[in-house]
């Protein structure tokens, strides 16, 4: 069935450094994915998108990168600060059933050290 | 503009209590969710309205009925809460079901006891 993991649960980098956030998806026909970082104690909050059309975007500081060979994706954080630090969730928005819902990845909690 | 506003905030129950979830947006978006969040978990669609006078099942939706009362409100109601069911629910809602990313409200923490 549909499924989004991610590659590591935590991560954690210092200060200044570039983040690099993994997730992997099955559904080869998954045409739409999302990323959201979700601070403590709020909802998930938009961070940028792609679509399969394209293999990489960027955004402020951040960069989405779509491998569809092998299904996966990358969120990449230029420039880390503390104000970084909170949950990381892709998600794929697979439009092919009847309406178009999220499936959410687990997500990776990023550390990030002063 | 508020965007995805979500009463209560938190909210204790002893198993067995019905409470109604309350979620509204001032965006004019047409479709609305609701998911569930347990610790180290993603989130679980429970149900969702992709446009005013229509409801669906999501993944998770034992336990829970949903009512969309108007463009702006989309409710979910525990009829009878189970221990189960503590969680923390988010509501999104997006322009249409296909247009673009979603918009979540703050959170409910709910807890049964």
Redesign the interface.
Known sequence: GESVGLHLPTLSVQEGDNSIINCAYSNSASDYFIWYKQESGKGPQFIIDIRSNMDKRQGQRVTVLLNKTVKHLSLQIAATQPGDSAVYFCADAYYGGSQGNLIFGKGTKLSVKP | NAG?TQTPKFQVLKTGQSMTLQCAQDMNHNSM?WYRQDP??????IY?S?SEGTT?K?EVPNGYNVSRLNKREFSLRLESAAPSQTSVY?C?S?PG???G???????TRLLVL
């Open positions: 995805v969710y180290g978990m993603g989130l679980r669609l969702y992709a669906d999501g988010f999104a997006t079901p296909r247009d990313t979603q918009y979540f409200g703050p959170g």
